[in-house]
């Protein structure tokens, strides 16, 4: 049995049921689950080993899932998905495509490493922990770099009206 075998065998169940809480679908649980793997596949050399190798498939799961509301609906997220995903408040403004847009256009221009530690925690759906360990910091540091991420985009946004 080779390493994709092993992993597959250790974490599809995982994936495959985080995958139908998310989409409520047995079917296109299953097939984005595939997509998944082969996604890992794929971007094997990105992982790092810094977090648990589930919480990366997770992680593309989640992304593969969005994705797949992207192509398939080409609207916003529910809002119940959105609330999920990115939890709180300002970050629930999200799922507006075009307030979506502008936080992208600011992430864009915006220095490390505020601009990853948004992303890993708003995008991405990291712990402040997994983020933390990622920079070899601790989760303090994570959650005080999000929250100066977070002031530095709403102050632009404030800037651009």
């Known amino acids: 049995m080779n390493a994709y075998d092993e992993i597959y065998q250790q974490y599809a169940r995982e994936v495959y049921l985080y995958l139908l809480k998310l989409s409520g679908n047995p079917a296109l649980a299953e ?14 050399d990105t992982f790092q080993g ?15 899932y969005l994705n797949e509301w992207k192509r398939k609906e080409n609207q916003n997220l529910p809002l119940d998905v959105a ?3 990115i939890g709180q408040s300002f970050e629930n403004k999200m ?22 530690v948004f ?14 360990e990622l ?13 100066r991420a977070k002031e530095k985009i709403v102050d632009e946004m404030k800037e651009e009206r």
């Open 31 to 44: 097939d984005l689950m595939q997509n998944t793997f082969l996604k890992a596949v794929e971007k094997q």
């Open 50 to 64: 810094k977090s648990k190798i589930s919480t990366w498939l997770c992680a593309i799961a989640k992304n593969e």
């Open 83 to 85: 609330k999920e995903y």
């Open 95 to 116: 799922v507006d495509k075009e307030f979506s847009k502008k936080i992208h256009k600011i992430l864009h221009g915006m220095k490390e490493p505020y601009k990853e």
């Open 119 to 132: 992303t890993l925690r708003v995008f991405g759906e990291l712990s402040f922990r997994e983020i933390g």
């Open 135 to 147: 920079f070899d910091r601790t989760d303090l540091w994570a959650r005080v770099t999000y929250r």
